[in-house]
């Protein structure tokens, strides 16, 4: 089970960090990522990180969010920068491993410009 949490709403330019909270003692062996999703739209990769701490991010968000994991926490982090407008949406924490897939219900993040 995930459950995010952290969203709200910023003003354009401004920070927030959401948690992706997993129950289970294997968490460290999955992949995690990062979606973000909009109405009318389907679910984008924002970020992921693998076991090994391998990451990658959408290009959107390059130099502006930063993904990290606590494994001992069985936790995972988004840290977002500079919001912008645009970032405005539902993020869905994600974790794969083998056939096991995983979704969260979703936190909301709103930017005002």
């Known amino acids: 089970q995930l459950v995010e949490s952290g969203g709200g709403l910023v003003q354009a330019g401004g920070s927030l960090t959401l948690s992706c909270a997993a129950t289970?003692?294997?968490?460290?062996?999955?992949?995690v990522g990062w979606y973000h999703q909009v109405p009318g739209k389907e679910r984008e990769l924002v970020a992921a990180?693998?076991?090994?701490?391998?990451?990658n991010y959408a290009d959107s968000v390059k130099g502006r969010f930063t993904i990290s994991r606590d494994n001992a926490k069985n936790l995972v982090y988004l840290q977002m920068d500079s919001l912008k407008f645009e970032d405005t949406g539902v993020y869905y924490c994600?974790?794969?491993w083998g056939s096991g897939t995983f979704w969260g219900q979703g936190t909301q993040v709103t930017v005002s410009s």
């Open positions: 994600h974790a794969q």
């Open positions: 289970g003692d294997r968490f460290s062996l999955y992949t």
């Open positions: 990180i693998t076991r090994a701490g391998s990451i």
